[in-house]
């Protein structure tokens, strides 16, 4: 036996059918147009998810570039002259054959630094906080809780990030409209704006990702 042997086995029918399957990763009834593109800004920061009909218009008119697997910018010719990767791309068919559906795109333009911005709601604060009560910690659906004011509005706290936290309907109650400390009721940690990864975590949501976006996710 080979060291390491016995891993060998030979070709199954199965195998060799994965060679002539419809070369795309599209879902057949998935419009490839509609499929979400990540676009870059200039600092190759995330901005925002758009669909890749107005991705593919971007490049085509050379205010973006695509990117390849290896991050390699591509223009509109560059990209049309790319190879559509069996099963792994989506395209859109094109008279000259395939359009390989871009994942990501690069805007070529400094335009305004747009940092995602994640809106200040119920639900984005439940997420940040991983839908946990901040006082006793106690984990639930939304209809548990209720968004606390860490310094009471009736004292002057603001509606912000840094003053609003998810807390379960009975500490937000006995918490009343006092301060942490005078509750005796310490926070499992200071509330904070989301981040620039949380934010486009935020940001893309319940959207289909693809790897190909993982780096840029998580970057900053
Ligand atoms: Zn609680």
Redesign the pocket.
């Known amino acids: 036996m080979h060291p390491g042997g016995g891993r060998h086995r030979s070709l199954t029918e199965a195998d060799v059918s994965v060679l002539f399957e419809e070369p795309t990763a599209a879902l057949p009834d998935v419009d490839p147009l509609t499929l979400p593109v990540l676009v870059l800004n200039k600092m190759y920061q995330p901005v925002r998810i758009t669909t890749a009909r107005r991705a593919l218009r971007l490049l085509y008119a050379d205010t973006a570039r695509a990117l390849d697997e290896s991050g390699e910018l591509f223009d509109f010719m560059g990209w049309l002259d790319l190879p559509v990767r069996m099963g792994l791309d989506d395209f859109v068919p094109i008279i000259r054959g395939r359009l390989r559906v871009p994942r990501i795109i690069h805007l070529r333009r400094y335009g305004k630094m747009r940092r995602p911005t994640v809106r200040l709601t119920r639900r984005n604060l439940m997420l940040r906080d991983g839908f946990t ?6 984990r639930g659906p939304t209809s548990l809780f209720d968004i606390d004011h860490v310094q009471p509005r009736s004292r002057g706290g603001e509606d912000s990030w840094t003053n609003l936290v998810t ?6 109650r ?1 918490k009343g409209r006092r301060t942490p400390p005078e509750a005796g009721m310490p926070l499992k940690r200071q509330p904070t704006a989301p981040r620039w990864s949380h934010a486009m975590q935020l940001l893309v949501g319940t959207a289909r990702r693809y790897k190909e976006w993982e780096p840029f996710l998580k970057a900053g």
Not at 133 to 138: F, L, P, S, V
């Open positions: 009560c901040q006082y006793c910690g106690k807390a379960c309907q009975s500490c937000n006995r």
